[in-house]
């Protein structure tokens, strides 16, 4: 069977998902470096600090099921829109946060537009690119998730020091880097079905039952297996990226802006 053809456009399409991926880390832990300005901040505890980031964990948990259900009725395109403009307008307003609660609130929502660009990403690619650059993208794509964490921790001090050292701005200017993203994907964000006869969609549309296979594959063994063992690995995750940048300041004196010669 031959291969369709593939679209040039689905490079453009690979440069807005990694630029999705990098708003995604910023979303997540931009707090994480000022953890202890944001707590000396607001007058709250160590452990109301962690929630601050751990609440996205949640949220991914919880409003993946709420996106996998807006992809199926919208498509993959319009939920990562929707997604990303959630993310970053949750930013935005947390920036102006002065209230435990109100940043929490803030950060909540944004953990429900991170939820609901989880799975678009994986259905996009599945959309644009052939069959036999499935690996190397989603490769690509995978690693490139790191490479937005390294940044975040990088990039961070350095900011907070340039803003007056006010954790709001912080997160505001991140919140704003994000909207850029979501603007770029309203504005250059395609769905590569468009191209398909009509005459096509309505002879899938004959074979493909119309029910939802969500809580059938939810039902599947395997598929509970590698959701405990995705949430012991995020659990492991959020528990070093949350708090392992406090212990290196204050138990071994290193400076948020650089290491310790």
């Not at 803003?163 to 912080?170: F, L, T």
């Not at 603007?183 to 006869?197: E, I, K, Q």
């Not at 594959?217 to 995750?237: E, H, P, Y």
Request: glycine share 10%.
């Amino acid at each position: 069977m031959n291969e369709r053809a593939l679209s040039p456009y689905r490079w453009i399409i690979e440069l807005l998902l990694l630029l999705l991926l990098t708003a995604q880390s910023i979303t997540w832990l931009a707090p994480a470096p000022i953890l202890d300005e944001i707590k000396k901040g607001l007058g709250i505890t160590l452990g109301q600090g962690g929630l601050i980031i751990s609440i996205i964990a949640l949220c991914i948990g919880i409003f993946s099921i709420l996106g996998a259900i807006v992809l199926e009725k919208l498509g993959a395109l319009r939920c990562l829109q929707l997604g990303l403009w959630l993310m970053g307008l949750g930013e935005i307003a947390s920036g102006f946060a002065g209230s435990f609660t109100t940043l929490l609130a803030c950060r909540v929502v944004e953990g429900v537009g991170f939820g609901m660009v989880i799975a678009p990403p994986g259905a996009l690619t599945m959309e644009w690119f052939g069959e036999h650059e499935w690996p190397y993208i989603n490769m690509v794509n995978f690693a490139f998730g790191y490479v937005g964490l390294t940044a975040v921790f990088r990039i961070t001090p350095s900011l907070f020091a340039a803003v007056n050292s006010s954790w709001q701005s912080v997160l505001l200017y991140y919140g704003v880097a994000t909207v850029a993203v979501a603007a770029l994907w309203t504005v250059l964000g395609r769905d590569s079905r468009t191209s398909v006869p009509a005459e096509a969609l309505a002879a899938v549309e004959k074979i493909v039952p119309k029910e939802s296979a969500l809580m059938e594959v939810m039902k599947m063994r395997n598929i509970l297996l590698f959701a405990a063992g995705l949430f012991g690995g995020m659990w492991v995750f959020q528990l070093y990226t949350a708090f392992l940048p406090l212990f290196f300041r204050f138990a071994r004196g290193m400076s948020s802006s650089k290491p310790r010669s």
